[in-house]
């Protein structure tokens, strides 16, 4: 039974090494990039480790930040029109992306500085021919569960890592601890050529599943890596406060602890399956149960572009909004940013988003979004639509509005490519080796709904997902195998990080308005006929269909049959059925995990 390698690569204090990198005397002294300077020195975004040494944090104001580190260099993030252009950021994250990719692996973009890192085919590739692994190789590495008593905290970790390698067993090519040696050789050979590429450095987390690597990658930060055996997990969790894991850090964490009396994430396996399940239904009680004991099935999709583009301004106190003509000028301004920013993305990747959701705040910590169907990409029609979104779920009385609006979102998403499509559908069909993964590819794979109601769907929606329905009613073992994601996920990690949030734990509510859309009618962009707004994605997955269909000839059920093999479905679901995953291959991996939890 082989468990999966997977890495979290994060940026340092990404913003301030941008803004040390366009501005090298900055390097080695406390930065803060700041933003929206009219009250009390803007608002912090970034603080690089040499400020954070003086105690400046993120969620203080310039002023603030100049009273606890006066030598502390603030830097004004550019701005235009009065509101944030991150695009320096973005362009120096998609440097970064390109350095990873040259690395055999699966990557998936999770954030403008992050991305995950299916390594578990390169590790395999790699573990016939490595030659001995020792601590040089892995100058910058920590792994759980190995810690020395030398007061010196290098030799310290010199002295833990060399336990570590003693204890995998290099003879065995299936050994997990072998193979994560392995994996952390190669992402410091990685961290190191993004540092030689870009100037910048980076963390990173390795570890079997998603969430296990982000967690353990911000155990040693800046300029560090973490590996985390499986054995020890139980270690791990034995002090991990819940709200610590991804997805457990909002409301469903809040809701855990109190229901169940308990703060550390080792509490949580004393729990059964059906009991989480009654508790907490049965998707996000199972998804409890199985990270309660290590496991997390999420896969790394092969996606180098973000799933949705979207910029945000905040109105705090006296400066929000009250009247129509205010939520307009603002509506207008976000929408000259979203289709700038789209054209770009229509340049490069030659997709068109189907969806444009607005969002906003009325107070602190509240927040409501309204979802319709775009087909038009102009400034002017954006603003016009989200308007009318947003018209429709605020009230407005005599042009003043009754509660004022303290944030303002627009962001589209849910993209479908234009040209070839029927071509890259069918390159979706074909295996090909992870390296060779083009953007393309990945459009056509997951274009999810924009993030703001943030429900971490495990089912595939999109152009496939006609196809993928079919292949899930067909193969009831596989969907058995997977296990969703919770419902009430919290933490918007799949998208680029705005700059204007002010907290990106922050629980995004779903807008229950949403839901009185039935009726609403558009036409449809590919063949004008009147379909629901709601039932649009469906019917343009209908088209893909088609042109499928068109594409290999022959009736469209077949295309999948009924029991795919590995090579005919795409590569980004390799391990949805693979050695980790295949029949039985959960519990297996329960029973696997399991039995470290039973040795306490
Ligand atoms: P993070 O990765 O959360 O933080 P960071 O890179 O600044 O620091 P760390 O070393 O602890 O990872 O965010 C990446 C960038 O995204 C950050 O430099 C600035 C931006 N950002 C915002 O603009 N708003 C936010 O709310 C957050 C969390 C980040």
Redo the contacts with the bound molecule.
């Keep these: 039974m082989r468990e999966r390698i997977v890495a979290l690569v ?7 090494q941008v803004e040390q990198r366009i501005n090298p005397e900055l390097k080695g002294k406390p930065v803060a ?1 700041v933003q929206y300077n009219k009250w009390r020195g803007g608002g912090i ?3 690089n ?1 040499e400020a954070r040494a003086c105690g400046v944090t ?1 969620h203080m104001r310039g002023d603030e930040a100049k009273e606890k580190c006066p030598e502390i260099n603030l830097v004004h993030v550019p701005s235009i029109n009065d509101k944030a252009d ?1 695009s320096r ?1 973005r362009e120096a994250g998609k440097e970064v992306i390109n350095v990873i990719c040259q690395f055999n692996c699966a990557v998936q973009r999770a ?4 991305a995950f890192l299916d390594l578990t085919e390169a590790v395999d590739k790699r573990i016939g021919g490595e030659t001995q692994v020792s601590a040089d190789h892995l100058p910058s590495t920590h792994v759980v569960g190995f810690e020395s008593q030398l007061e010196n905290k290098e030799e310290g970790r010199s002295e833990a890592v060399q336990e570590w390698l003693r204890k995998s067993d290099a003879s065995s090519e299936d050994d997990h601890d072998y193979r994560l040696v392995v994996a952390a050789k190669m992402v410091e050979e990685m961290r190191k050529a993004i540092f030689t590429q870009t100037g910048f450095t980076c ?1 990173a987390g390795i570890a079997h599943n998603k969430i296990l690597s982000k967690l353990v990658c ?1 155990m040693h ?2 300029n560090q890596q973490t590996v985390l055996p499986i054995s020890k997990v139980p270690f791990l969790y034995e002090t991990l406060p819940v709200k610590k894991v991804r997805l457990l850090g909002g409301k469903l964490g809040d809701t855990l602890m109190e229901k169940l009396g308990i703060n550390y994430m080792s509490e949580l396996e004393k729990f059964s399956e059906a009991e989480l399940c009654q508790k907490f239904e049965q998707r996000n009680g199972q998804w409890l149960y199985n990270i309660a004991r290590g496991i997390d099935n999420e896969e790394v999709e092969a996606r180098l572009i973000p799933k949705s583009i979207g910029c945000c301004k905040r109105f705090p106190g006296k400066t929000a909004l009250k009247t129509k003509q205010e939520l307009e000028h603002w509506i207008q301004e976000l929408a000259v940013e979203v289709c700038a920013r789209l054209d770009k993305d229509y340049e490069e990747n030659c997709r068109r988003p189907r969806n444009l959701v607005v969002q906003w705040s009325v107070e602190v910590g509240s927040s409501n979004s309204k979802t319709g169907f775009l087909s038009h990409f102009d400034q002017p029609s954006l603003a016009r639509d989200a308007m009318i979104l947003l018209c429709k779920s605020i009230s407005i009385e005599n042009s003043k509005v009754k509660v004022p609006i303290q944030f303002l979102g627009l962001s589209v998403g849910k993209f479908t490519e234009e040209r070839n499509k029927a071509n890259s559908i069918a390159k979706f069909f074909k295996p090909s080796s992870a390296s060779e993964t083009k953007v393309n590819e990945t459009i056509v794979s997951d274009p999810p709904v924009p993030e703001v109601k943030q429900e971490a769907p495990p089912i595939k929606t999109g152009p496939m997902s006609f196809f993928l329905r079919n292949l899930k009613k067909k193969d009831p073992e596989k969907n058995d195998a997977r296990v969703a994601a919770p419902q009430t996920s919290v933490e918007s990690d799949e998208d680029e ?8 734990d922050k629980d995004v509510e779903t807008d229950k308005r949403c839901q009185g859309e039935e009726e609403a009618e558009a036409p449809c962009p590919q063949c004008g006929k009147s379909v629901k707004i709601l039932d649009m994605s469906e019917h343009l997955d209908h088209h893909v269909a088609q042109e499928l269909h068109k594409e290999l000839n022959q009736p469209v059920t077949p295309v999948i049959p009924p029991q795919p093999s590995t090579s005919a479905l795409p590569k980004k679901r390799k391990y949805t059925k693979s050695k980790t995953q295949s029949a039985g291959g959960d519990a297996k991996k329960i029973r696997s995990i399991q039995s470290f939890f039973n040795k306490k």
């Design positions: 994060d940026m340092d204090c990404f913003f301030c990039v975004i970034a603080v480790y993120r991150t950021y954030s403008v500085d992050e963390s911000g930060k800046p990080k705005e700059s204007v949030k002010s907290d990106s």
